[in-house]
């Protein structure tokens, strides 16, 4: 059964770069779509974007361009950046996948809280 | 943007008894519709898939159906573990987008 892990750092300065990254084990990042969601108290979830294995990307326009998700084959995961981040972007991110175009998320990572704070 | 709204956002029930949440599509998304149960610090949990379909190794007390851009999800008989909140999502077109929650509480 496919895992994800979610990893990087908790807290960023506002205006800088949000990092994360998603390892997935026990399966391949190849034929599947990968995607980043967030879940704020205020806001509940909200799906980032998403990326296939052959790097076609779709993103959420709430974001106003400033998520980009990447994928790495030879390590098997995907990352997410978002830039000039705001206490807005504070939430616990998931990574998760689709099996296909049309599908719903049946693997989550187990989330990881990033907190945008000076 | 797809607007998913649920209903109710919270729901006080006891175990053994009947639940039913309600979510409606602002627009038609066919039968592009699952169910997530979440408990506190964890992922959602895939449920019901295809506005009706139960995701493998989920207890059959829960079900889905679906009319028109209305989706029901039904727990047949509810017990302890139950206790959650349930978000529906809709995989018809990009944005992806969620409701925003129904809490199942004692």
């Known amino acids: 059964q496919v895992q994800l892990l979610e990893s990087g750092p908790g807290l960023v300065r506002p205006s800088e770069t949000l990092s994360l990254a998603c390892t997935v084990s026990?399966?391949?990042?190849?034929?599947?779509?990968w995607s980043w969601i967030r879940q704020t108290p205020g806001k509940g979830l909200e799906w980032i974007g998403s990326i296939y294995h052959n790097g076609n990307t779709n993103y959420n326009p709430s974001l106003k361009g400033r998520a980009t998700i990447s994928l790495d084959k030879s390590k098997n995961e995907f990352s997410l950046k978002v830039i000039s981040v705001t206490s807005a972007d504070t939430a616990v991110y998931f990574c998760?996948?689709?099996?296909?175009?049309?599908?719903?998320?049946?693997?989550w990572g187990q989330g990881t809280l990033v907190t945008v704070s000076a | 943007d797809i607007q998913m709204t649920q209903s109710p956002s919270t729901l006080s029930a006891s175990v053994g008894d009947r639940v039913t949440i309600t979510c409606r599509a602002s627009q038609s998304v066919s039968r592009f519709l699952a169910w997530y149960q979440q408990k506190p610090g964890k992922a959602p949990k895939l449920l019901i898939y295809?506005?009706?379909t139960l995701e493998s190794g989920v207890s059959s007390r829960f079900s889905g159906s679906a009319s028109g851009t209305e989706f029901t999800l039904t727990i047949s008989s509810l017990q302890p573990d139950d206790f959650a909140t349930y978000y529906c999502?809709?995989?018809?077109?990009?944005?992806?987008?969620f409701g925003q929650g129904t809490k199942v509480e004692v």
């Open positions: 026990a399966g391949s990042i190849s034929g599947y779509y």
């Open positions: 295809k506005g009706s």
């Open positions: 998760a996948r689709e099996i296909e175009w049309l599908a719903p998320f049946d693997s």
């Open positions: 999502q809709q995989y018809n077109s990009y944005p992806r987008t």
